[in-house]
C-alpha cells in the first residue's frame, strides 16, 4: 500500500489542532483545578490571595465538613434519587418509543415521526410548562423533575437508527420460533443494543444530574432542594453556616470563599467518578446510533 510523504502543510495543520486543542483543554481544565486547589487550602493562604493552581498549606478539614454536613447529604440524596429514578425511568420509556417507530412498514410512521420532531424544534415555552406543572398537582414534588425530562427526542432518534442497523433476520427467526413483539424487544433488540443505551444513559443521568433550572422553578420546598439548589445557597448567600446546618464555632476557620470552593468538588466529584468507566459505551454507541440511520 502506498504511503504519502506528509507535507509542509500537513505539518502545519497537524500543530494548529493540537495547539487548538491543547488550549480547549486548558481553559477547561484550569478553573477546575484553581477551584480544587481552593477547597483544600488553608483559609491563611486563600485570604492572602496565594491560591493559583496548586494548593497551599494542603487541608481536607472544609471538604470533610461540607460533604459530612446534614444540608449537603440530603440534597446529595435527593440529587441521587432523581438521577437514578429519572435515568431508569428516561432510558425505558426512550428504548420502547423508538422500537415502533424503527419500523418503517408500519402505517402512519412518518406521521407520528413529524410530530416528534416538531416537539424538539418549538415546544410551550416556560410559562405554560410551569402552568402545566401546577395544574397537574406537582409543585414541591420530585415528579415534576423526572416526567418533563423523561423522553428527549434526539436520544429517541439515536436509538431509533441503532435499532434499523440490527438484521431483520433476527427479528423473523425470532417470529418463526414462536416469539411475540415484546418478548423480541425485551430479549432481542434491547440486550443487543447496550452499548446505545449506555451512552443515552449516561446522556441522561449528566443531565438529571446538573438540572439547576427545573428545581428552581418547581422546587420551594426545603427539605426537596437538590444539590444543585444547594449549591446556589452556597455561592449566593453569606450566611454558610445556616446554609450548611452547621454552628458558627464548627466552621471558624473556614472562609467562606473555601466553603464555596469544596462544595463546587463535592457536588461534582460523583458525577467526575463516574463519567470514566462509562466513557466508552459514550463514544462507542453514539458513533454507533449515528452512522447506522
Known amino acids: 500500500m502506498h504511503i504519502r510523504k506528509r507535507t509542509f502543510s500537513d505539518w502545519v495543520v497537524d500543530i494548529f489542532v493540537y495547539g487548538f486543542m491543547i488550549a480547549l483543554g486548558l481553559i477547561t481544565l484550569l478553573p477546575m483545578i484553581h ?110 423533575l423526572i416526567l418533563p425530562a423523561m423522553i428527549s427526542v434526539f436520544n429517541m432518534l439515536v436509538i431509533k437508527s441503532y435499532y434499523e442497523g440490527l438484521p431483520e433476520a433476527l427479528e423473523e427467526s425470532a417470529r418463526i420460533d414462536g416469539a411475540k413483539t415484546y418478548m423480541i424487544l425485551f430479549r432481542i433488540i434491547l440486550p443487543l443494543s447496550m452499548p446505545v443505551l449506555a451512552a443515552i444513559a449516561l446522556f441522561y443521568a449528566v443531565g438529571f444530574w446538573n438540572d439547576y433550572f427545573s428545581p428552581m422553578l418547581y422546587i420551594s420546598d426545603p427539605s426537596l432542594k437538590t444539590l444543585q439548589l444547594h449549591l446556589r445557597d452556597i455561592v449566593m448567600e453569606n450566611d454558610t453556616a445556616n446554609a450548611l446546618n452547621k454552628s458558627a464555632d464548627d466552621l471558624m476557620n473556614m472562609s467562606p470563599e473555601s466553603i464555596r470552593a469544596a462544595t463546587v468538588v463535592a457536588s461534582t466529584l460523583p458525577i467526575l467518578l463516574v463519567y470514566p468507566f462509562l466513557q466508552k459505551y459514550f463514544i462507542k454507541g453514539v458513533l454507533i446510533g449515528s452512522v447506522k440511520g
Do not use: C
Not at 432510558?91 to 412498514?105: C, D, E, F, G, W
Open 35 to 144: 477551584v480544587f486547589s481552593k477547597s483544600v487550602s488553608s483559609d491563611w493562604a486563600l485570604v492572602s490571595g496565594r491560591v493559583n493552581l496548586l494548593p497551599v498549606g494542603f487541608q481536607l478539614d472544609t471538604l470533610v465538613n461540607v460533604a459530612t454536613s446534614h444540608a449537603f447529604g440530603r440534597a446529595f440524596v435527593i440529587s441521587a434519587i432523581v438521577t437514578v429514578a429519572g435515568t431508569l425511568l428516561s432510558i425505558l420509556v426512550t428504548a420502547i418509543t423508538a422500537y415502533p417507530l424503527s419500523k418503517r412498514h408500519l402505517p402512519g410512521i412518518s406521521g407520528i415521526m413529524i410530530l416528534f420532531v416538531f416537539t424538539m424544534l418549538f415546544n410551550g415555552g416556560l410559562i405554560p410548562n410551569y402552568l402545566l406543572i401546577r395544574e397537574l398537582h406537582l409543585l414541591n414534588n420530585l415528579w415534576s
